[in-house]
């Protein structure tokens, strides 16, 4: 029996420790990945939803007003889960994260959004994952190697390209484009903090939070919407309204925010460049908006510097 075990035991080849540890992070980014992904999805209908939802609702209300529903169903998740209210050296990390995505990128978009085309304003998600990498780089002292850069970069190259085609031409710099500037920076810096803070706390309780520390601020700002500008949407306009409430300011925090978690943050972000290119194509099939050969090249161009960005090695 010894020998026979002995013979067993020296039988199995050993693995390098290097390739040990790359088999065992595989199925994890895999798993943020998908996570990743699942997050993306739920953000790239926001676009399309805010474009429907104001025809009827006035922009502040539909910017402020969304975060003040998801923090109500933010609130009630957290009373169910009994969860613990975090410890004081967080706080101010959250505050960064609802500064960042509940307050800073829906406004800045919102408002962009009044004088600069939907397609122009795509060009904020073409640089929001090269941004988020830059800030995990600075924050998370994460150290993404040439081939991460290089596809980044592509990746924002080919967005900014074919969304330039499509919408014809920048025409110049203007209010809209330095507040879209400003939504990138805003939402980049409260990606990466909310990702760190959910390898901490958890994913969803990140948004929780955030949410419930932004709402007397969102409250005050849209009971003020709402005063001025009375709404006057229809079905379609409160349904849009539900979906950016529920699930692009609630729902899809949890899996992005998961996702990047897993990470690494500078891969993971890299997803979002699919995110221009979904949008596009639901404002296709719900809004009716032509779909042109340069917007399939591009999407095409797109998914695969995503997916090399996401498989390049990212040292942490």
Same mark, same amino acid.
């Given at each position: 029996?010894?020998?026979?075990?002995?013979?067993?035991?020296? *039988?199995?080849?050993? #693995?390098? !420790?290097?390739?040990?540890?790359?088999?065992?992070?595989? @199925?994890?980014?895999?798993d943020?990945?998908?996570w990743?992904?699942? !997050?993306?999805l739920?953000?790239?209908?926001?676009?399309?939803?805010?474009?429907?939802?104001?025809t !009827?609702?006035?922009?502040?209300?539909?910017?402020?007003?969304? /975060?003040?529903? $998801?923090?109500?169903?933010? /609130?009630v998740?957290?009373?169910?889960?009994?969860?613990?209210?975090p *410890?004081?050296?967080?706080?101010?990390?959250l &505050?960064?994260?609802?500064?960042?995505?509940?307050?800073?990128? @829906?406004?800045?978009?919102?408002?962009a959004?009044?004088?600069a085309?939907?397609?122009?304003?795509?060009v904020?998600?073409?640089?929001?994952?090269? $941004? =988020?990498a830059?800030?995990?780089?600075?924050?998370?002292?994460?150290r993404? %190697?040439l081939?991460?850069?290089?596809?980044?970069?592509?990746?924002?190259?080919a967005?900014? !390209?074919?969304?330039?085609?499509?919408?014809g031409?920048?025409?110049?710099?203007?209010?809209?484009?330095?507040?879209?500037? %400003?939504?990138?920076?805003? /939402?980049?810096?409260?990606? $990466?903090?909310?990702? &760190?803070?959910?390898?901490?706390?958890?994913?969803?309780?990140?948004?929780?939070?955030?949410l419930?520390?932004?709402? @007397?601020l969102? #409250?005050?700002? =849209?009971?003020?919407?709402?005063?001025?500008?009375?709404?006057?949407?229809?079905v379609?306009?409160?349904?849009?309204?539900?979906?950016?409430?529920?699930?692009?300011?609630?729902?899809?925090f949890?899996a992005?925010?998961?996702?990047l978690?897993?990470?690494?943050?500078? *891969?993971?972000?890299?997803? +979002?460049?699919?995110?221009?290119?979904?949008?596009?194509?639901?404002?296709?099939?719900?809004?009716?908006? +032509?779909l042109?050969p340069a917007?399939?090249v591009?999407?095409?161009?797109?998914?695969?510097?995503? =997916?090399?960005?996401?498989?390049?090695?990212?040292?942490?």
């Amino acid at each position: 029996m010894r020998d026979n075990d002995s013979a067993t035991a020296i *039988s199995v080849p050993a #693995l390098p !420790g290097s390739q040990l540890g790359e088999r065992a992070a595989s @199925p994890r980014r895999l798993d943020g990945a998908l996570w990743g992904f699942l !997050g993306v999805l739920a953000f790239s209908f926001t676009l399309p939803f805010t474009r429907i939802a104001v025809t !009827g609702i006035d922009p502040l209300v539909v910017g402020a007003g969304r /975060a003040v529903v $998801a923090a109500a169903l933010g /609130a009630v998740v957290l009373a169910v889960t009994r969860s613990r209210i975090p *410890s004081r050296r967080l706080w101010l990390r959250l &505050l960064v994260v609802a500064a960042g995505v509940v307050v800073g990128f @829906p406004f800045l978009t919102s408002f962009a959004l009044q004088t600069a085309p939907a397609s122009h304003g795509a060009v904020v998600i073409g640089l929001l994952p090269a $941004a =988020t990498a830059v800030v995990a780089v600075l924050r998370g002292r994460e150290r993404p %190697g040439l081939l991460f850069w290089v596809a980044s970069a592509a990746g924002a190259a080919a967005v900014i !390209g074919f969304t330039v085609v499509t919408s014809g031409g920048f025409g110049g710099v203007h209010l809209s484009d330095l507040l879209l500037l %400003g939504a990138v920076v805003a /939402a980049a810096v409260g990606y $990466a903090e909310g990702a &760190l803070l959910a390898r901490e706390i958890g994913s969803w309780q990140v948004i929780c939070w955030a949410l419930v520390a932004a709402s @007397p601020l969102m #409250l005050a700002l =849209t009971a003020v919407g709402v005063a001025a500008h009375p709404p006057t949407a229809g079905v379609d306009g409160w349904l849009a309204f539900a979906y950016l409430a529920g699930v692009s300011m609630f729902l899809g925090f949890f899996a992005w925010y998961r996702g990047l978690a897993i990470g690494p943050i500078a *891969s993971i972000s890299q997803i +979002q460049l699919v995110q221009p290119v979904l949008s596009i194509l639901w404002a296709a099939l719900l809004l009716g908006e +032509q779909l042109t050969p340069a917007t399939l090249v591009g999407a095409l161009a797109v998914v695969a510097c995503a =997916t090399l960005a996401v498989r390049a090695r990212v040292r942490r």
